[in-house]
């Protein structure tokens, strides 16, 4: 069974840091190019990080950037999103998204909840 399980979300102060996680199984994530997104309240989705097979070059929305780091373990079958200095405006679900290079093949995770409050 195809899937993608993000983990790691939660409250956290303005300030702070949290760390998503986001697990696949029933495919290979090296052959897909790997993106995080988020969706706040009454907002659509924005892409967040986008990381490729090799892990060079990931870019970042100009929101995030500087403040968001994405990586991902091909040989664990995951990818990551380490995020500091939280804002309120980072308060949203944040998803994965795994997009095959070969197909049409497309798969996105439940999402999880981050929460910046005081």
């Known amino acids: 069974q195809v899937q993608l399980v993000e983990s790691g979300g939660g409250l956290v102060q303005p300030g702070g840091s949290l760390r998503l996680s986001c697990a696949a199984s029933?495919?290979?994530?090296?052959?897909?190019?790997m993106r995080w997104y988020r969706q706040a309240p009454g907002k659509e989705r924005e892409l967040v990080a986008a990381?490729?097979?090799?892990?060079?070059?990931?870019t970042y929305s100009d929101s995030v950037k500087g403040r968001f780091t994405v990586s991902r373990d091909n040989a664990k079958n995951t990818m990551s999103l380490q995020m500091n200095s939280l804002k309120s405006t980072d308060a949203a679900v944040y998803f994965c998204?795994?997009?095959?290079?070969?197909?049409?093949?497309?798969?996105w995770g439940q999402g999880t909840q981050v929460t910046v409050s005081s």
């Open positions: 998204d795994a997009r095959s290079y070969f197909s049409s093949a497309e798969y």
């Open positions: 029933g495919f290979t994530v090296v052959n897909y190019g």
């Open positions: 990381i490729g097979t090799d892990s060079a070059n990931p």
